[in-house]
């Protein structure tokens, strides 16, 4: 099945900082999301972006599909973006299940 | 504009007791996705419905996991004869996405956190 690596597994960064967040896949995608988990557990959607770029507020994605990857960019982090952030893709139809990344453990320092 | 819910928030069961877990997906949703997440992994997909037919449940991890949605909307997640690996977030998720109108996101519950002593 189709892999999905993210990088860097942990990053620790003071608030008001910028991030960049990778995730890289094996094969071509039909759908890819990016969500982050806050420490409560919740899963959050922040992006359906299986190619282009997207932005809200301080946060911004591009998927470059043809080169299986995609960014997450954080901007003047602040610590309630702390959580793990995961990228998600499936290869098949919006049906199928999402394979998802080990995450990035993010950590905003005040 | 209610989410998807999920029931109950938290579980705890003895090992080789039954758990069941209930998902109330997004409403006019047609697909339902059920997810398991071990203690710092990523989710791994477990089964798939579209309406009230279980189209995939090759992620299912043994023949104790059982899932069902007769109606087409509510799913539920049944544990047989727990084990203490059964532990862990069990999450939900649903979308509009179904056959070749695929391009739609999935939408996550809050998940339920089932613990097996």
């Known amino acids: 099945g189709i892999q999905v690596e993210q990088s860097p597994p942990d990053l620790i960064l003071q608030e008001g900082a910028n991030s960049t967040l990778r995730c890289n896949f094996s094969?071509?995608?039909?759908?890819l999301q990016w969500f982050h988990q806050n420490p409560w557990g919740q899963l959050i959607n922040l992006f359906y972006?299986?190619?282009g770029t997207k932005q809200n507020g301080r946060l911004s994605a591009t998927t470059v599909a043809t080169e299986r990857y995609s960014l997450l960019y954080i901007s003047s982090s602040q610590t309630t973006d702390s959580g793990v952030y995961f990228c998600a893709v499936n290869s098949g139809g919006g049906a199928d299940g999402l394979t998802f990344g080990k995450g990035t453990h993010l950590i905003i320092q005040p | 504009g209610a989410g998807v819910s999920q029931s109950p928030r938290y579980k705890v069961a003895k090992r080789g007791q039954d758990v069941a877990l209930r998902c109330d997906p997004i409403s006019g949703h047609v697909s339902l996705f059920w997810y398991q997440q071990a203690l710092g992994q990523g989710p791994e997909f477990l089964t798939y419905?579209?309406?009230?037919?279980?189209?995939?449940k090759s992620g299912l991890p043994s023949d104790r996991f059982f899932a069902e949605r007769p109606e087409g909307s509510v799913s539920t997640l049944k544990i047989q004869r727990t084990q203490q690996e059964d532990s862990a977030v069990y999450l939900c998720?649903?979308?509009?996405?179904?056959?070749?109108?695929?391009?739609?996101?999935?939408?996550f519950g809050d998940g339920t956190r089932l613990s097996i002593l």
């Open positions: 419905f579209q309406n009230e037919a279980q189209l995939d």
């Open positions: 094969d071509s995608v039909n759908n």
């Open positions: 972006i299986p190619s």
């Open positions: 998720a649903s979308s509009l996405a179904f056959g070749g109108y695929s391009n739609q996101p999935q939408h």
